[in-house]
């Protein structure tokens, strides 16, 4: 009998310390997950991903299959074997990048059309098809197609495509194999929808908890709505959710908007800013950010953050980092990155250990100031 896929371990208040137990590991929540869009962390490898505490990465559906495809993926033995990340993956079901980045001509039941961003080539990315993509790229955590409505969206179109999105599950659900292609556990989570009209997104909670599914994600936020439109989500869908599931809130990232929904019972996270950030030379530290590119750092021989114990700040100053930056050097945006990673990680890891000791609001409270911080 394997363990359970997530098992909640404590409470402070609503936030939560978990459990993720897959096919390919343990990962602790609150969470972190690293964004690999093309089957990589941007120049990072994976042991050094692990090294700065990284424990779960997420691949995009919607880049992997139409480059290298979802056949060559399995052929080289699925994600984890072609990328070399032997911890826990998660992959989303490919429709966001189909609505930012492919030119999509139209949503129909059937699915969405779109031009492929490489070719040009006609694309149909349907229920069923995202499924077959995930079943061969074999990640442990795998997305429901949803279908999102342009903003800004009138009532009855947000609660045409929340319902959609949940006929869209039943297909999905469906239409998933048992196992990956890889012959390991796969397990699908449901996106709450509803943009934010609070009934809607209360009958798309009602509606995902009746199906009884594996965890439960909270989308359609960090689209330009306010925190106090967010939180207010969050108040609503996440007192509906089932304490025993485990709540991913998609695409939210600034280390304070973390610490206030962890406060409102989220598990896990998913963001770019802190390899994007790294790439352009912002830097999350305890003390708040640091733009690298400022010239007071020139000749600082003081780590990035004196509090961080990550490969980067053991080794490096923040002068060469700057130096790396402003020459153009791949080296900086490498250690850069390690360094947000090991950060967004640590701060999870100090997350729960105050979830442990039931002292999170005092916690959240604290590390907010410090991360808002103007740095010096
Ligand atoms: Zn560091």
């Known amino acids: 009998m394997p363990d359970a896929f997530f098992r909640l371990e404590a409470v402070s208040g609503r936030a939560r310390a978990g459990r993720l137990t897959t096919d390919h590991g343990v990962a602790l929540t609150p969470l972190f997950m690293a964004v690999g869009t093309q089957g990589t962390?941007?120049?990072?490898?994976?042991?050094?991903?692990?090294?700065?505490?990284i424990t779960v990465v997420l691949g995009n559906t919607y880049h992997l299959m139409l480059r290298p495809g979802a056949d060559t993926v399995q052929a080289l033995g699925g994600l984890h074997a072609m990328t070399r990340w032997n911890g826990p993956m998660l992959t989303d079901s490919g429709g966001f990048q189909v609505f930012s980045l492919g030119e999509l001509n139209q949503v129909?039941?059937?699915?969405?059309?779109?031009?492929?961003?490489?070719?040009g080539r006609d694309e149909l990315l349907t229920p069923e098809r995202s499924m077959q993509v995930q079943h061969q790229l074999g990640a442990d955590v795998v997305m429901q197609l949803d279908d999102v409505p342009a903003l800004p969206a009138t009532r009855e179109r947000t609660a045409d495509t929340m319902r959609r999105s949940l006929r869209w599950l039943d297909?999905?659900?469906?239409?998933?194999?048992?196992?990956?292609?890889?012959?390991?556990?796969?397990?699908?989570?449901?996106?709450?929808?509803?943009?934010?009209?609070?009934?809607?997104?209360?009958?798309?909670?009602?509606?995902?908890?009746?199906?009884?599914?594996?965890?439960?994600a909270i989308?359609?936020?960090?689209?330009?709505?306010?925190?106090?439109?967010?939180n207010t989500v969050l108040d609503v869908v996440t007192p509906l959710l089932p304490a025993e599931k485990p709540r991913y809130l998609m695409g939210v990232g600034f280390p304070e908007d973390m610490l206030a929904a962890i406060g409102m019972g989220i598990d896990m996270f998913d963001c770019v800013l802190p390899t994007r950030c790294a790439r352009h030379s912002l830097v999350f530290t305890s003390r708040g950010r640091l733009?690298?590119?400022?010239?007071?750092?020139?000749?600082?021989?003081?780590?990035l953050d004196p509090d961080c114990s990550c490969y980067t700040c053991a080794n490096f100053s923040r002068g060469y980092l700057r130096h790396l930056i402003m020459a153009g050097e791949m080296l900086g945006m490498t250690l850069l990155t390690i360094h947000n990673l090991h950060f967004y990680a640590g701060l999870m890891a100090q997350a729960r250990q105050a979830v442990l000791e039931d002292r999170y609001e005092g916690f959240a409270r604290d590390m907010t100031a410090c991360v808002t911080a103007k740095a010096p």
Do not use: W
Request: net charge positive.
């Open 108 to 119: 129909t039941e059937e699915g969405c059309t779109f031009k492929n961003h490489l070719d």
């Open 219 to 230: 989308g359609g936020l960090s689209v330009g709505e306010t925190k106090e439109q967010m």
């Open 41 to 53: 962390v941007k120049g990072v490898a994976p042991d050094q991903l692990a090294r700065a505490g």
């Open 171 to 216: 297909r999905c659900v469906t239409a998933l194999p048992a196992r990956s292609a890889q012959g390991r556990r796969q397990h699908l989570f449901g996106i709450v929808q509803g943009g934010l009209d609070m009934d809607l997104r209360a009958e798309s909670a009602r509606e995902l908890v009746a199906r009884d599914l594996p965890g439960y």
């Open 291 to 303: 733009r690298m590119k400022n010239a007071a750092h020139s000749a600082d021989s003081a780590p």
